[in-house]
Each structure stands twice: as structure tokens, then as C-alpha cells.
């Protein structure tokens, strides 16, 4: 195989034909023979069925519900407008949003595999299904000059989208739990340098709940032995062993991670000789740290470009962001006035100090600013900070933490495990030093010891929560605090905040990580 391979290589990349051609095609044919079905193929379509059985049902239930409320206030038929007597009733109404609405979920691609379980675009997926629902029936109502109730539709379209939602995020969520345990994920052969491969391997096996189970590496150049730097996955070979590589470790999906070796004619070679339905490929650019809206796909002159927008932090996302602030932190101001002030009581009656504590925090573009909480440590014990970083070597990183901190009072642990203590900072959000959603505010005399790429964190104002906050908090090392962070300020948008702020919340019911 590997010396049929390199004949092939070497007449695709200088365009020659037919020998080549055949070599691929002859190769694509032999894997179709040899294995089974990957089991990738059933978990897919096993999970595009649930999922399409599940959005059944939910429009059913909707559209039955609201047309039940309707009948039992006495309403049947659609009422006509003007002159014109309109022959229509509701059950017909609903029968015809019902079909309507599920043809949509097709069309858009709702149950398409590359859109389920993929977070933001699938909601958003779901979201645009429900209004272009509404703006056709909207549009159906005017040219058939029918009035139908306006309850009827927000009962139907506005809440079966939210449900439809809830749905996709209960689905997601035990996907990624059983590809934790190993299940319902892509087998994955890695193929590139040593370099990118170990770094795409370092990541996937840190992100398990992606679905991509990493089993072997195909490496350009010198093969080395042994493992992929920090993993551990096996080097097989190189890149004319990648057919064996998939057949041997049952892999479904080919990854390349880069590689000067890898020549276009080369690459082209390698997705010809992948059986189309059994073997997927998939390309990963030397881009890390960009979220999916800012990443766009667009075929030039042949070439599949990857357009990637650059961060903005400016103009009207910035107002919408400052006026999603005020209200947020407004209202919850208002609605936890009452256990803000209980808290501020115990402190304040149960160790000697203030009830509130400020500290000089670093904020937007290096500015300072007094950041407020519950006090939850003894009185002075910034004092104590220095020595006992020294006692446990952690007094060069920029993270200052104390593990076991012994300044912490016995009410101070329990704010602390719960978050609660971080509540005053709704008047620094309010105020306008802060923001719900941002980096994690850190001390002048850790923003010292920052690097250059650390210092983009400064670009956004620093948030009550965030990325860091939502992904193990102090369980996160220095490196991936940053990383967090850094992600969060190159791809930050209001829905992204919100759906930061659920995770916040579920983390102060359920906190993980917090000391």
C-alpha cells in the first residue's frame, strides 16, 4: 500500500492522470470492502432521530394545547374580516401550522448532524425556524384577509420555539455526558507534524464532550515512536499508512492538523481515497482561540478560504452590552435587596470589620477601581497575602490564591462556596467599573507580572462572571484561566453573556471549584 500510495502522490500533485486516479479509487474501493459500518453512522443517526421525534412532539403538544384554550374561551373558527366570509377553523389552523412548522425544521437544516449538539448555532438554528414561522403566517393572514387570535399565536410559535430550545439544550447536555464515559463519539486519526498533531490531540483529550476520541497519529516527515507530545497517542506511521491507521484502530474521521509536507495535490489525494458515507474529513487551521460567528467559510477561486473577523469592542454591541448591564444588575439589585442585607448582617455581627470589603482592582485598558464585596476574611488580612504566597511557592504567579486560606472566616466559607460574597459588585456593574460578563478582575500586582497576551484581557471590562467563573474557577491553572479569558474578549456578544450568566447561576446552586 505504501508504495502504490506514493506513486499516486506524486501523479495527482503534478496532474497527470489516469495512474494516480486509478491508484486512489482503486484504494477507496478495497476500504469499502474491508470493515464494518463505523459505529459513528448509528450513534448519528440514532441521535437525529431522537431529535426529530422529540421536535414532533413538542409542536404537537403546543399546537394541540393552544387549540384546546381556544376551544374551551369559545372560539372555533377564524374570525373573518370585512365583508368577506372566510370558511376556516382553527383545527384546520393548527393542522396547517403543525405541517408548516415541521416541514421549517427540515428545510433550515434543524436535525442536520454538522448543526445538533453544536450550541449557539443550533439554538440559533431553532430561533430563525420560529420566525420565519411567524412572518409567514403573519404574511398568510394579511393576503387571505383572516384574523386570527393574536393568543392563539404567541401560544403556539413563541412558546413551542422556547421549547424547542429547552429541548436541544436537554439533548446536548447528555450527549456530552456520554461522551464523557466514551460513547457517541467520532474515532479520530490524527494527521500532520509531530508539532500540530500533539497539539490538536492536547486539546481534543482535554474536551471530551466534544465527541472526538483521538486513537492514532499519521505523521509527515520522519515518523518518531512512541507518543504524540503530552498524550497518549500512538505514532503508527506516516502519511502513506493513514488507510491502515483508520482500518486497524476502527477510526471514522481523518483529522489533518497541518504540515508543510501536506501539498494541496497531496490533500486532495488523501480526501479522494476516503470513501464518502464511511470516512470524514475534517481540516484543522493553525487558528486557535476564535469562536465559531467570527469564523466564515467561502470558496474563492477554488479555494476554500476561511474568512476570520477581527474583534470589535466598539459601537453599538458595546451600547447594547452597557445597557444589558444597568438593567441586569438594576433589577437584581432590587430583587436581592432584602438577602443582601441579611448577608451584610451576619458579617458584619459575626467576625470584627466592615460588613462590605473594597480592593483595588485593575479594569478596561489598565484603569483601577475599588471592587466591593462581602468580607469574608479576617480584618487586615491583605497584610497576611505575601507570606503566605512565599509559604506555598506561589508568590511569582500571577494568580494569587491561597489553598486552605486560613484568613477565611467561618461565614466567609460559606459565602465563598456559594458565590454570594461576589453580590456587592452589582453596584461596580451599575456604576459602570464592571460588567455581568467579562475577564476575571485581578490586582495591579498581579497585572505585573501579565505577558502580551495576557494583556488583551485588559481590552474588556472585567465581569461578576465569566468563562473562568463557569469552568472550574479555582480548580483552573494560571494558563487556562488566561485561555478562558482570552476566548471570551476575542469572541464576547450579549448571547453569549447570557447563556454565561445560566451557567453562573446553575454554578452558585451547584458551585465547582469555588474555596
Request: charged content about 20%.
Amino acid at each position: 500500500m505504501r508504495r502504490g500510495t506514493s506513486m499516486a502522490t506524486h501523479t495527482v500533485a503534478h496532474g497527470s492522470g489516469a495512474r494516480g486516479d486509478g491508484d486512489v479509487r482503486g484504494r477507496a474501493e478495497r476500504a469499502s470492502v474491508t470493515g464494518p459500518t463505523p459505529a459513528t453512522q448509528r450513534w448519528q443517526d440514532t441521535y437525529r432521530r431522537r431529535v426529530a421525534l422529540s421536535d414532533t412532539i413538542i409542536v404537537a403538544l403546543v399546537v394541540v394545547v393552544a387549540l384546546l384554550v381556544q376551544l374551551l374561551a369559545g372560539e372555533d373558527r377564524v374570525a373573518p374580516a370585512g365583508d368577506r366570509q372566510v370558511i376556516l377553523n382553527y383545527p384546520t389552523v393548527s393542522v396547517f401550522l403543525f405541517v408548516l412548522w415541521s416541514i421549517l425544521l427540515v428545510l433550515h437544516g434543524a436535525r442536520d448532524i454538522r448543526v445538533l449538539g453544536t450550541g449557539a448555532p443550533e439554538y440559533k438554528t431553532i430561533l430563525s425556524v420560529g420566525l420565519t414561522l411567524f412572518a409567514l403566517v403573519a404574511v398568510a393572514a394579511v393576503f387571505l384577509k383572516i384574523d386570527i387570535s393574536r393568543a392563539y399565536l404567541l401560544a403556539t410559535v413563541p412558546v413551542g420555539t422556547f421549547v424547542l430550545i429547552a429541548s436541544r439544550m436537554l439533548a446536548r447536555a447528555g450527549a456530552k455526558f456520554e461522551r464523557r464515559r466514551g460513547k457517541m463519539t467520532s474515532r479520530v486519526v490524527l494527521l500532520g507534524s509531530h508539532e500540530t498533531a500533539s497539539h490538536v490531540a492536547r486539546e481534543l483529550t482535554r474536551h471530551p464532550e466534544a465527541g472526538y476520541a483521538v486513537t492514532a497519529a499519521c505523521l509527515a516527515g520522519p515518523a518518531p515512536s512512541g507518543t504524540l507530545d503530552g498524550s497518549d497517542v500512538p505514532v503508527v506511521g506516516g502519511l502513506d499508512d493513514l488507510m491502515d491507521a483508520l482500518e486497524h484502530h476502527g477510526a471514522d474521521t481523518v483529522v489533518v492538523t497541518g504540515s508543510d509536507e501536506l501539498s494541496p495535490g497531496r490533500l486532495r489525494e488523501i480526501s479522494w481515497g476516503l470513501e464518502p458515507g464511511r470516512f470524514h474529513l475534517v481540516v484543522a487551521p493553525g487558528l486557535t482561540g476564535i469562536g465559531g460567528p467570527r469564523i466564515h467559510t467561502r470558496p474563492v477561486a477554488g479555494l476554500p478560504l476561511v474568512h476570520v473577523e477581527t474583534p470589535r469592542f466598539d459601537g453599538g454591541r458595546w451600547i447594547v452590552k452597557r445597557a444589558f448591564d444597568i438593567v441586569g444588575s438594576t433589577l437584581l439589585l432590587l430583587v436581592l435587596s432584602v438577602p443582601l442585607l441579611i448577608i451584610a448582617m451576619l458579617v458584619k455581627t459575626t467576625s470584627a470589620g466592615p460588613a462590605l470589603y473594597g480592593q483595588e482592582r485593575v479594569g478596561v485598558n489598565g484603569s483601577t477601581f475599588t471592587m466591593w464585596k462581602f468580607r469574608s476574611m479576617q480584618n487586615g488580612a491583605d497584610h497576611q497575602l505575601q507570606d503566605l504566597l512565599k509559604k506555598q511557592g506561589t508568590s511569582e504567579a500571577p494568580l494569587f490564591k491561597v489553598i486552605n486560606d486560613p484568613r477565611v472566616t467561618k461565614v466567609g466559607k460559606v459565602l465563598r462556596r456559594y458565590s454570594l460574597d461576589e453580590f456587592p459588585q452589582l453596584i461596580n456593574v451599575l456604576l459602570g467599573s464592571m460588567s455581568l460578563v467579562g475577564p476575571r478582575p485581578q490586582r495591579p500586582a498581579e497585572v505585573a507580572l501579565y505577558d502580551s497576551a495576557a494583556r488583551r484581557r485588559l481590552l474588556l471590562k472585567p465581569g461578576m462572571g465569566g468563562l473562568w467563573q463557569v469552568s472550574g474557577r479555582s480548580n483552573l491553572g494560571w494558563e487556562d484561566a488566561v485561555k478562558l479569558d482570552l476566548f471570551y474578549v476575542e469572541n464576547w456578544s450579549i448571547l453569549g453573556d447570557v447563556m454565561i450568566l445560566g451557567r453562573t447561576a446553575k454554578q452558585v446552586v451547584l458551585p465547582d471549584g469555588a474555596i
